[in-house]
């Protein structure tokens, strides 16, 4: 099974330290998209800032803080939104992710017998989408699995071990899927769960 991790570094921190990169390049391409060629210089005009200061924020150099980002994004005539990481905790959070999505990664939308299903278009300008797919395939065999494994389980309880460990292997992805020993380390720590499991209800059943 394969994991793409072009960085070789803990993607949490290398998210971490991208963020005013993120911010920056936002800033950057929406000024540059703008209808009114907005200019550096006039930015920083709008914002109170020089253009070399502009500048700095849209490399990534500095990280702006949410004062100047609302800012920013009233001189653009945009959402605060449409500046930082979205927040799909909200609503309108997940669809600046969407929004975002269609933008790196060739995120495509299209209607089926009145349901709506979003993939993403490995034919798209995006070279980005087929790293993706490739994610996400890893994702439903491991989903698949687990369903599986849950249409099996004895009962409730083995059932609801297996539910906590999928959600284990999402919250370690990608570490979980590419090392060989953390998969085994879950495997036996979920084999042992189960066995304890089996062997309290044989006891309880001798009980009885």
Known sequence: ??????????PAEMSFK?????????????????????????LGDLVGLNANRVQQYENGA??????????????????????IDPDIDTYIGLMYAFFEME????LRLKEID?????????GSSTSSSR???????????????TISRIENASCEAEADILKVD???????????????????LRKAYIDKQIKELQEKRRQLDEEE
């Not at 993120?22 to 907005?38: A, F, L, S, T």
């Not at 500095?62 to 500046?83: C, E, Q, W």
């Not at 933008?103 to 060739?106: A, H, I, K, P, W």
């Not at 999928?166 to 919250?171: D, E, F, I, L, T």
């Open 103 to 106: 933008e790196e990664y060739g």
């Open 18 to 42: 991208s963020a005013g990169d993120r911010i920056g390049r936002r800033i950057k391409k929406i000024r540059e998209d703008n209808y009114q060629d907005i200019t550096q210089a006039m």
């Open 114 to 122: 009145g349901q709506i299903y979003l993939y993403f278009d490995e």
């Open 62 to 83: 500095r990280t702006p803080k949410y004062d100047l980002i609302k800012s920013f994004a009233r001189a653009l005539g945009v959402s605060p939104m449409a500046l």
């Open 1 to 10: 099974m394969y994991t793409y991790n072009p960085f070789g570094e803990d």
């Open 131 to 145: 790293q993706v797919n490739r994610n996400l395939r890893i994702w439903l065999e491991e989903q698949k699995a």
């Open 166 to 184: 999928y959600r284990m292997w999402k919250r370690s992805f990608p570490e979980g899927v590419a090392s060989k020993s953390s998969k085994e």
